[in-house]
Every structure is written in C-alpha cells, then in structure tokens.
C-alpha cells in the first residue's frame, strides 16, 4: 500500500506544511461528489486520527483515513497548472472512469 508525491507535488506540500503552524502533512482522501460517485479531497493534516495509514516520503507525511485508503491505494498526486489555476492532480489505479469534467471517478466495485 502506498500514495506517492510527485517531486513537484513533495515540494508544494512541503512548503505548506511548513509554512503552516500546527500542521502534519497532507490529509488525502475520497468523497462523494460528483457525477461519477468519488471525489479525491486533499488538506493539512492538523492530527493524527484513529485508523490513519501515515506514509513518509522524504520526511513528508500523507494521512489516508482506512474507509479513503482502498480507493486511493496506489495514487500518484502531481501539482501542476490547469488553465488560470494551480492544483493537484491524481492518478489514481483504482478509478475504472472519470466523469468528463474530470471532477470524480468511478471503481470496478461501483459497476457491479
């Protein structure tokens, strides 16, 4: 199990960790949006909650709650510029489809 940052993603992470008091790291995670069903969500991780799978790289930490984790297992998160803003972008293994606004996914699971 695993969620990677891209060196571009690290860095701006890094950056607003610790440029932000109190903050972890990254909090990642899912949740119901959209037209397909799942939307990734990312914030700073200000605690550690009960049933958080922590992962370090390069002494950033990312926080996935246990219900996130099995549909963001794998993900890479990239940071990157998307027309007039800057914003983070998923690759995401678990997602069967994306909606065309490309706002939420779909699993395998959701089509059975």
């Not at 799942?38 to 799978?53: P, Q, S, V, Y």
Request: proline content about 4%; some cysteine.
């Amino acid at each position: 199990m695993a969620v990677h940052l891209t060196p571009v993603a690290h860095s701006r992470v890094q950056r607003f960790v610790e440029s932000t008091p109190g903050a972890l790291g990254l909090r990642f995670g899912v949740t119901r949006t959209g037209c397909s069903g799942w939307g990734h969500i990312t914030d700073l991780a200000k605690d550690l909650r009960e049933n958080d799978t922590v992962f370090e790289q390069d002494g950033v930490r990312i926080y996935v709650d246990a219900d996130s984790l099995p549909l963001v297992d794998g993900t890479e998160i990239d940071f990157g510029k998307q027309g007039l803003s800057e914003t983070f972008t998923f690759k995401n293994p678990n997602a069967a489809a994306e909606c065309g606004c490309g706002e939420s996914f779909t699993t395998e699971d959701m089509h059975r």
